[in-house]
């Protein structure tokens, strides 16, 4: 089993890998059964059911994803990862397409098998302005 830190590189490689690719099944073995979905103007979205509901949909909804972690730091049964996260969200006909830039903070914790998986995520998106 890799140590800690690398497995928080790991993990953090899945992460981008399964955003970048639209990856339900991937969030789904990411997320702790209790994980939380922070979304900017959202309610929070709770339970790793119902996170992997959340993304299908969202998925569905997005040209484009292109997502990069940073920064991994841990303690001794908490770790933390943040990142940059671009999307492209475009109309149904095809002629808009919207891009945001936005930051993420994952916390990891330790599950009932020691394994380690996203405990919180937090996204802060810089939703553009139609004013």
């Not at 639209?22 to 959202?42: H, N, W, Y």
């Not at 943040?82 to 891009?99: A, I, K, M, P, R």
């Not at 993420?104 to 394994?115: A, H, P, T």
Request: net charge negative; charged share 30%.
């Amino acid at each position: 089993m890799p140590d800690d830190r690398s497995f928080i590189f790991e993990s953090e490689e899945r992460y981008a890998a399964a955003i970048n690719a639209s990856d339900v099944d991937e969030i789904d073995d990411l997320f702790a059964e209790d994980a939380i979905l922070r979304l900017p103007d959202r309610p929070v979205v709770s339970g790793r059911e119902t996170i992997v509901t959340h993304q299908r949909e969202f998925f569905r909804s997005v040209k484009a994803a292109s997502n990069r972690s940073l920064l991994k730091s841990r303690s001794w049964n908490r770790s933390s990862a943040y990142g940059c996260v671009q999307l492209s969200n475009g109309s149904e006909d095809g002629s808009e397409v919207v891009t945001m830039r936005g930051k993420y903070i994952n916390l990891y914790k330790r599950d009932e098998m020691k394994q380690r998986r996203v405990w919180r995520s937090i996204n802060n998106i810089d939703h553009p302005h139609h004013d």
